[in-house]
């Protein structure tokens, strides 16, 4: 399993006050599957996609990820472990403006145990259709190219498993079914799991295996929601 979770718990505080965010009692996912988890904003999808990988850590529980249980990890330990074993694409992308988009995308191999490697960042880009962008900046890029570059980014430092934070976010819906058909493509030829976050039913509707984060997480609250 890339992933598995058990009597997952997170909490945060509000008006020196704990209230639970998390509260998954189960849930796996297997090497090679793409998910699609969908809810309402504010239900905690980005807060699970954080402890998956190892940004936010659990408050009880167990969260096994790409075979290593992260739980009890140093944040520095779960720092290197998702340098080497989780690809993370943000809604807003996250590129650094003064740089192109090859190295954007070789920054992505910073904290990454694996070498710098021009070759294999070019040869994402040429497969994302951006073979003629490599040296153009952020903002000489549509917003479409810039989710490519920072899929490209992700997926450099060749990981095990890829979350996607509402990736087309930023898109407008003529955009959007391409972005994510092409995430899942190179997810797919490059033999790495997939799990999306989404309330977009353009994005949640390219997906087989579709999970409602309502029914995932006994935490939210419907009258008030989660963070």
């Not at 430092?157 to 934070?165: C, G, M, Q, S, V």
Request: aromatic letters at 6%; charged letters at 20%.
């Amino acid at each position: 399993m890339v992933i598995a979770i058990n009597d997952l718990k997170v909490q945060f505080l509000a008006d020196s006050a704990p209230f639970t965010v998390l509260d998954i009692p189960a849930w796996q996912v297997a090497d090679g599957e793409q998910v699609a988890i969908f809810g309402p904003s504010g239900s905690g999808k980005s807060t699970l996609l954080h402890v998956l990988a190892g940004m936010l850590p659990a408050d009880a529980g167990s969260v096994a990820v790409c075979g290593k249980e992260i739980t009890g990890m140093s944040e520095s330990g779960r720092d290197r472990f998702r340098a080497e074993h989780v690809g993370y694409i943000f809604q807003n992308f996250n590129l650094l403006q003064g740089y192109t988009a090859l190295e954007n995308v070789l920054m992505g191999l910073v904290f990454s145990p694996h070498p710098p490697q021009h070759g294999t960042a070019e040869a994402l880009l040429e497969e994302l259709g951006l073979s003629h962008r490599l040296k153009h900046y952020p903002g000489q890029l549509s917003l479409g190219e810039q989710q490519r570059v920072a899929i490209a980014r992700a997926l450099v430092k060749r990981p095990e498993l890829i979350l996607a934070d509402e990736p087309t976010g930023s898109l407008d819906p003529r955009h959007t079914r391409g972005v994510v058909d092409k995430l899942r493509e190179v997810c797919s030829t490059h033999g790495c799991s997939l799990v999306v976050v989404s309330h977009q039913n353009e994005v949640v509707s390219a997906f087989e295996q579709r999970v409602s984060f309502l029914e995932l997480n006994r935490a939210f609250d419907a009258a008030g929601g989660a963070s």
